[in-house]
C-alpha cells in the first residue's frame, strides 16, 4: 500500500506542479531523512527546476567563453536535459582543469551533483567520477 504522503507528492509530479511536489517531497524527507525516493525526488525536481530556466542556446553561449563558469554549468544542465550526460560531464571535467581554489571546488561541487542525478552504476557516471579523478590528481 502507497503512503498517502507519497500518493500525494506524486500526483502533483504528475500534474506538472514542481513547486507542490518539491514540497510535499520535502516534508516526507523532514519526518524521515532516509527516505529513498523523496530524496531522489527532491534531488531531481530542483535539478528540472534549474536546468529548465537556462536559455536554449546555453549550449553556444558556453561554447563561446569556455571559461565562464556559470555559462559552463548552464551549459551542462542542458546537455543533461538533452541526454548528453557525456558532454556534459566532459564539459565540467575540462573545467576542473582549468580552475583552481573556490571556482575549481563550484564546478567540482555542481559536478558531483550532476553525478546524484544517475544510479552510481550508470557507465557514464563510472566514467565521468574516473576522469574528475584524474583531473584532481
Do not use: C, M, W
Amino acid at each position: 500500500e502507497v503512503d498517502p504522503e507519497v500518493e500525494q507528492a506524486r500526483a502533483h509530479l504528475d500534474n506538472g506542479d514542481f513547486d507542490a511536489a518539491r514540497a510535499a517531497y520535502q516534508s516526507i524527507l523532514d519526518a524521515n531523512p532516509n527516505h529513498v525516493e523523496a530524496k531522489g525526488a527532491v534531488r531531481q525536481i530542483g535539478f528540472l527546476q534549474r536546468a529548465t530556466t537556462h536559455p536554449k542556446d546555453a549550449v553556444a553561449i558556453a561554447d563561446a567563453a569556455p571559461d565562464d563558469i556559470e555559462a559552463a554549468f548552464a551549459a551542462a544542465d542542458v546537455e543533461i536535459l538533452q541526454q548528453d550526460i557525456e558532454a556534459a560531464f566532459q564539459r565540467l571535467t575540462g573545467l576542473v582543469k582549468r580552475t583552481a581554489g573556490d571556482d575549481r571546488t563550484a564546478v567540482r561541487t555542481r559536478l558531483i551533483e550532476l553525478f546524484d542525478l544517475f544510479d552510481p552504476a550508470d557507465p557514464e557516471v563510472i566514467a565521468g567520477r574516473r576522469n574528475l579523478a584524474n583531473a584532481l590528481y
